[in-house]
């Protein structure tokens, strides 16, 4: 029986156009309107009819007819009660009559057909579209296109099921403006959508929705041209965070950051922080921005009380980058055998989605082998630094392995106690030249370009050649390497047409990670 069902359900496009012209009334004209065809595109709709369809709207009835012809191809025929609520059969020919019914309430350039408009609201809801549903329902609620009639409303709004696993469920014409405003305003290009979606949710906002004013904040942050609107994004998002909807104070220092208005960006983000909104990694966010901007914000002593909270609570990042602190003195006393432990903490830190111990490992190594902030030791950075091939891939790897080739070049690597990767066995000056230069090449990284540079102008253990030195420093000084633009320029080369690429901040890559994460984590409120 259930396989029947299906070939008749995937069979809904071949008839529909048959079904829906039998059901249509008598007397209904073949065009809406004859407009210009500069602003217009004819099409086919599920009716079978052509329609003049404003151009925004076209593409969209254009892939939807050659979608349904395609589900066409696959089964039987049969009528519209066969219909079941299978939503990946039924969502094209439903959002078609959607659509229509969509493009009859506007009006377009005539006046709204509200007889037409509510024909094609009511089939798309026999198919089961679920914006459909709520449309009807504020329809009979405000009495337009139908007879006004609260209960049948109310029994609409109860039957909707919509969102992620259908978990929202819709009770009155406020969540039904937040639904359609959120989910249904599509079909249209990027402008068209923003204005939509924005009188829909602002009708909803108007009657205390917290979700609705949530959206609404974030839809005026977004727009663009004359909708966007920061001054109204802030209100929306003030209320909505005040209401109990937590993720706004996220939102709110977001969007002042994104202003360049620190000081408001820090003191939303510490209410999401006390409103333990994702609180582990908005402290993270902080830390970056108290360290970002301790010059002009005074922020040097927040940034130290908030990593040694978070260090004492067991955050890997916050370890890490206390432990950097105290090793160059910066913001705390100078004290190398604190930040030494502070680091090994990150290292043996079990607790560390974001590879931060990894990090941890990498800056000790290093540091062992300069010998700049602790002493010298190149036994321990030869443990520390031995990573596997496969951490290519990240900067702290490519970071780690470039300074294993370069403590191998310069014969510092400690070799007894290691079980080396078979690439480093029986190495040579040349197989490790060779290696730099993949590095410096096929990974392009500027350390590595500009390191074996600077080998090639000494020309000691490999041939000069001062050629390939300089294009290896236009290379690290176009990825923004400042030590290759002053040789370049020392050397007297013209450095005019190298482009010096800023990184991108630090605080941008949390807070698009901290998004990503908060929603991960069930913070799509």
């Not at 094209?92 to 009006?107: D, F, I, R, T």
């Not at 990042?317 to 030494?340: D, E, S």
């Not at 002493?375 to 990240?394: C, Q, Y």
Request: one cysteine or more; charged letters at 25%; glycine letters at 8%.
């Amino acid at each position: 029986m259930k396989i029947r069902n299906f070939l008749f359900l995937i069979g809904l496009a071949k008839v529909l156009p048959i079904v829906a012209w039998s059901m249509e009334k008598e007397g209904k004209e073949i065009t809406i309107f004859s407009p210009a065809e500069t602003e217009f595109e004819v099409c086919e709709t599920i009716t079978g009819r052509k329609e003049h369809v404003p151009l925004q709207k076209a593409a969209y009835f254009k892939n939807s007819m050659e979608k349904i012809r395609e589900i066409s191809t696959k089964g039987a025929s049969f009528t519209a009660k066969d219909l079941t609520c299978d939503e990946d059969l039924i969502k094209w020919p439903a959002h078609h009559y959607y659509m229509l019914g969509e493009l009859y309430l506007e009006g377009i350039q005539n006046e709204p057909d509200h007889e037409e408009a509510a024909y094609y609201y009511q089939q798309a809801f026999k198919l089961g579209h679920q914006g459909a549903r709520l449309r009807m329902g504020l329809s009979y609620e405000e009495g337009i296109m139908v007879d006004r009639d609260p209960e049948k409303a109310a029994n609409l709004y109860r039957g909707y099921e919509g969102g992620w696993m259908n978990h929202h469920r819709c009770s009155n014409s406020t969540e039904a403006l937040y639904y359609l405003g959120r989910h249904f305003a599509v079909g249209y290009d990027q402008s068209k959508k923003e204005k939509m979606k924005i009188e829909l949710l602002s009708r909803a906002a108007e009657h205390g929705h917290e979700q609705a004013l949530f959206e609404l904040g974030k839809a005026y942050y977004r727009a663009t041209g004359d909708r966007k609107n920061f001054p109204k994004a802030i209100e929306c998002l003030e209320k909505a965070g005040d209401l109990g909807r937590i993720k706004a104070y996220y939102w709110l220092g977001k969007a002042f950051y994104c202003e360049g208005d620190i000081s408001h960006a820090v003191e939303f983000f510490k209410k999401a922080v006390e409103k333990d909104f994702n609180k582990e990694w908005m402290m993270n966010v902080l830390s970056e921005i108290y360290l970002q901007y301790y010059k002009d914000n005074n922020y040097l002593q927040d940034a130290v009380d908030l990593l040694t909270e978070a260090s004492n609570q067991g955050e890997c990042w916050a370890q890490y980058r206390l432990g950097r602190m105290y090793l160059k003195g910066f913001g705390v006393l100078r004290v190398p055998a604190i930040g030494i432990n502070y680091l090994k903490q990150a290292i043996q830190n079990p607790r560390d989605p974001y590879a931060h111990s990894e990090r941890a490992r990498t800056y000790l190594g290093i540091a062992y082998y300069k010998g700049k902030e602790i002493g010298k030791n190149d036994r321990e950075a030869s443990k520390l630094l031995d990573f596997e091939e496969n951490h290519l891939l990240t900067s702290w790897g490519k970071r780690a392995y470039f300074y294993k080739l370069r403590m191998n070049y310069e014969g510092c690597w400690c070799k007894e106690f290691l079980d080396l990767p078979q690439m480093l066995q029986g190495v040579t000056p040349e197989s490790i030249l060779a290696q730099l230069e993949d590095l410096a090449k096929d990974k392009n990284y500027a350390k590595a370009q500009f390191y074996l540079a600077q080998i090639l102008l000494k020309g000691e253990k490999a041939n000069k050649n001062e050629e390939k030195a300089i294009t290896l420093l236009r290379d690290a000084a176009g990825q923004g390497h400042t030590k290759a633009l002053s040789m370049l320029q020392s050397m007297g080369k013209d450095c005019s047409l190298l482009s010096q690429v800023s990184k991108p901040s630090k605080v941008n890559r949390l807070l698009r990670l901290s998004e990503s994460t908060a929603e991960s984590q069930g913070y799509n409120g």
